[in-house]
């Protein structure tokens, strides 16, 4: 089945302890993208990656790290967690070709005390 | 640049009538255009999408979408609303010129009262 797989879907950390969140596709889609959702401020971009080893900051970068060591994995990295990163964040993949749909993730909630 | 907007942050229908959610964009090159849907808890899904051809696009669960270039809108539409259609929806855009990120709106929440 093809899928997005992010984990993990549910975290509570405190400020400061770096944390990953997963993300997997398994239809060797070139492009992929975290988003964070926020009420009243819709789906911003974080970061996005055209292909293995390109990334590129999207709307609201600052805070996190991503790397794109194989084409199916697409971590995202918060080295030091704050209270206002405490959201839902979605992953996606999509073909490179501009007209194929976007596939995303269940989500991840994110709450950093 | 590529931008997308939703002017209305709710819209509430009765059941059993039309409705409309409202999406304009703006991309430099030719606009790939796309509606998605988020249920309560769940991820986005997919409801349809304009690449090229003919402006009314049909896509999941009885939804439709007219593109207008002139007025640079892609406006989500459904002749007769149904309680479970209440969810949140996202237009979003690509600039089909060339490989690109796809923007997203900030969403519309569709309630629809019985």
């Known amino acids: 089945e093809a899928q997005v797989t992010q984990n993990p879907r549910y975290l509570i950390t405190v400020t400061g302890k770096k944390l990953t969140v997963t993300c997997s596709q398994n239809m060797n889609h070139e492009y992929m993208s975290w988003y964070r959702q926020d009420p009243g401020l819709g789906l911003r971009q974080i970061y996005y990656?055209?292909?293995?080893?390109?990334?590129d900051k999207g709307d609201v970068p600052e805070g996190y790290k991503v790397s794109r060591k194989e084409k199916r994995n697409f971590p995202l990295i918060l080295e030091s967690p704050s209270p206002n990163q405490t959201s839902l964040y979605f992953c996606?993949?999509?073909?490179?070709?501009?007209?194929?749909?976007?596939?995303f993730g269940e989500g991840s909630w994110l709450t950093v005390v | 640049a590529q931008s997308v907007a939703q002017p209305e942050d709710q819209v509430n229908v009765a059941e059993g009538n039309p409705l409309t959610v409202k999406c304009t964009y703006s991309?430099?090159?030719?606009?790939?255009l796309f509606w998605y849907v988020q249920y309560p808890n769940r991820g986005l899904q997919f409801l349809l999408k304009?690449?090229?051809?003919?402006?009314l696009v049909k896509g999941s669960y009885g939804f439709e979408a007219e593109f207008n270039k002139s007025q640079t809108s892609f406006h989500l539409k459904k002749p007769s609303a149904l309680v479970s259609d209440s969810a949140l929806y996202f237009c979003?855009?690509?600039?089909?010129?060339?490989?690109?990120?796809?923007?997203f709106g900030s969403g519309t929440r569709l309630s629809i009262r019985p």
């Open positions: 990656s055209m292909n293995v080893e390109v990334t």
């Open positions: 304009y690449i090229t051809g003919d402006n």
């Open positions: 979003a855009v690509r600039d089909g010129s060339s490989a690109s990120k796809i923007i």
């Open positions: 991309v430099s090159g030719n606009p790939y």
């Open positions: 996606a993949s999509s073909p490179l070709d501009s007209g194929n749909t976007i596939y």
